[in-house]
T-cell receptor, first 108, second 115 residues
Framework: GQNIDQPTEMTATEGAIVQINCTYQ??????LFWYQQHAGEAPTFLSY????GLEEKGRFSSFLSRSKGYSYLLLKELQMKDSASYLC?????????FGAGTRLAVHP | DSGVTQTPKHLITATGQRVTLRCSPR?????VYWYQQSLDQGLQFLIQ???????AKGNILERFSAQQFPDLHSELNLSSLELGDSALYFC??????????????FGPGTRLTVL
């Protein structure tokens, strides 16, 4: 079966660092994506991990441990515009299986 | 702007009706995916087409069908609509759509309201 878990909501302060965790159990694994989605808008691609380790992209970093079925998205120097949902998605073969998303609220 | 276009942006219809949602993938992309996102729900994968052929199916109802045309645009047909079908419907495209190696780029979505 497929199971992806993320915290439902998180809050953080502008300028701070926040880590959003994702654990998964899937039959088949080709990689893990993180997407950002503002309310009512399309998901936008943030990062992709296929090998264990950390991928850094500006203020955003993503980590993957395949043996533990675990990933996290790290957001640094938070800005108000980072308030959005963050979706973890796993790719068993041709599909993208999304978690329910973590709603992040950044406050001043 | 992802380069994926979807029409219409909004659609309001009544129960029992049939609607068609349209998607044009990014230039050069061969795969199209359809997703449904209900209020406060996650993205649910419906179906994938690759170069005109169905490649993968998710939780797509029998009342729903899709196709991809020779010019690679895709249509999602929803029939016998029910109130619960009200949702955002997203289309995404990818170059090859083979496993996890292709990033999917999402269109702006069609918001369907069934009254």
């Amino acid at each position: 079966g497929q199971n992806i878990d993320q915290p439902t909501e998180m809050t953080a302060t502008e300028g701070a660092i926040v880590q959003i965790n994702c654990t998964y159990q899937t039959s088949g694994f080709n990689g893990l994506f993180w997407y950002q989605q503002h309310a009512g808008e399309a998901p936008t691609f943030l990062s992709y991990n296929v090998l264990d380790g950390l991928e850094e992209k500006g203020r955003f970093s993503s980590f993957l441990s395949r043996s533990k079925g675990y990933s996290y998205l790290l957001l640094k120097e938070l800005q108000m515009k980072d308030s959005a949902s963050y979706l973890c998605a796993v790719t068993p073969y041709y599909k993208l299986i999304f978690g329910a998303g973590t709603r992040l609220a950044v406050h001043p | 702007d992802s380069g994926v276009t979807q029409t219409p942006k909004h659609l309001i219809t009544a129960t029992g009706q049939r609607v068609t949602l349209r998607c044009s993938p990014r230039s050069g992309d061969l795969s199209v995916y359809w997703y449904q996102q209900s209020l406060d729900q996650g993205l649910q994968f419906l179906i994938q087409y690759y170069n005109g052929e169905e490649r993968a199916k998710g939780n797509i109802l029998e009342r729903f069908s899709a196709q991809q045309f020779p010019d690679l645009h895709s249509e999602l047909n929803l029939s016998s609509l029910e109130l619960g079908d009200s949702a955002l419907y997203f289309c995404a495209s990818a170059y090859r759509g083979k496993g996890g190696t292709d990033t999917q780029y999402f269109g702006p979505g069609t918001r369907l309201t069934v009254l």
